[in-house]
């Protein structure tokens, strides 16, 4: 993963203004384009991704695993009526109150939570976030009716919120924004094979239906909860908190430490800064980019034509297979966001591509695909293009994410930033399941009016934020707009 990262990377530019380190010695060393160069820069850099970026990759797709849980049980043994809808009694709108009531508290505790990664350490409160998540997740194999279902997923919605904002906001103690692009997407591509992950697992656990005496939909729950409590206890021994840890950043050597720190862009978060500062918070919602990014992260929430959580209902219900088919019908759709993600990534990162551009043009995909949705009936035709908004609406926000941060400025200002980013990409876990209930199936032309109009929003408002942070959509690459 190190290697295909910085392959793909440009010279990396040395910190232009001197900055001071230590030089183990009597004396003082300052750091220029002279004193650290490329390869130095890129040898430290391989060291850390070795160190912290296959173990955030690996516990990453295991959250979105749990995440992908609810939509797989929700077509788990249907045509046996061992599913969980007929085994407790759910009406349409009651599934549609399990799905969004995760969402509630894992929307409110996410500033709260990132907040408290620096508060405390990220090795312990990622640790934090995983056991308990995994906990409340098997506890979804007791549940006997529909308020037993409520509490679960509001429980796992409160100790899962944090986990996406805080490695995000972690990784920009370690790296530059523009640094970030590649290894965000290089962990949300990976994520992907949660979908391929889950979608077999689904498969097979079908079979295990009454094994136990347990149904197919509860061994899913167990099985989906175990790993995130075994990777969680190891996470506090395996990441690294900062750059500037001896403790544990003894992987690094005093001058490395320094140089990563100082290298940082002129406002990135810092261990010795404060957690809270209310002018920084201040500042956060005063600034006009805040709003302007608000409006493609809903536009992309709401427009999204496919969200994870009802893709396998939405297959299913395109009439040419069977439940536990459709369930695996979702992997085509992970490797085609993983191909996506990955390629934008890469052109975007090598200074190719205008990210605002490719979020400009993948949400004119998106908007197209949705238009069709509406007025194809044809079943393959139908699955095709749900594949194709897929893997579109999902890449979107993720090429942007190192530009939210790069607008940000302080310690407080980077972690409530994209906690509040993170929040807003999530608030179609409220409205997605009213958007996308089940009796607007099979067809979902409302579903579908419904997101496209949303998605015209959210073109205007990347217009809008392109212009503001001076990337103007219409300048296709890098090389013509202005730098940070």
Known sequence: MSEAIHDTENALEASSSRSKIDDEG???????????????LKRIQRKIDLRIMPWICLTYMFMRLNVNTVGNIAIVNTEQKHDIKTQLHLSPSQWAWVISCFYYTYMGIEPFS?????????????????VSWGIVACCGAAVQ???????????????????????????????????ITLRICFMLACSTFSGIISGFISYGVAFADDRG?????RWLFIIEGLPPIILGLLTILVLPDYPDSKATANFLTERERHIIKERLYDGAPEKASRTWNTRQAIDVLWNP?????????????????????????????????????????????SVAIFLTLVTCAIMVRKDIWNPFCVAFVLQLINLICCIILMTVKQPIVRY????????????????????RVAALRGTTAVGLGIALSNVLSNIDGLIGPLI???????????????????????????????????RPVLRTSWFHCNSH
């Open 384 to 403: 095709i293009f749900i594949l194709i908004a897929r893997s579109a609406s999902n890449t979107v926000v993720n090429i942007l994410w190192p530009s």
């Open 26 to 40: 009597d004396g003082e060393e300052y750091l220029n384009a002279t004193s650290v160069t490329d390869d130095e």
């Open 436 to 470: 996308f209930s089940t009796v607007y199936g099979p067809s979902y032309h409302v579903s579908y009016s419904i997101c496209a109009g949303i998605l015209s929003v959210g073109i205007v408002s990347i217009v809008v934020t392109g212009a503001l942070v001076g």
């Open 145 to 179: 009716n529909y308020g037993g279902l409520i509490t679960v997923r509001t429980l796992l919605g409160a100790t899962e919120g944090g986990f996406f904002p805080c490695i995000l906001y972690y990784l920009a103690f370690w790296f530059r924004p523009e640094e």
């Open 213 to 217: 005496h347990l149904s197919g939909w």
């Open 289 to 333: 980019t805040f709003w302007s990014f608000a409006g493609i992260w809903v536009g992309n929430a709401l427009g999204n034509p496919t969200p994870s959580f009802v893709l396998p209902t939405v297959i299913f219900e395109l009439g040419f297979t069977n439940s536990n088919i459709s369930n695996v019908l979702t992997v085509p759709t």
């Open 114 to 130: 990132t907040l408290m990664m620096k508060k405390t350490s990220p090795s312990f409160w990622i640790s934090r976030i995983m």
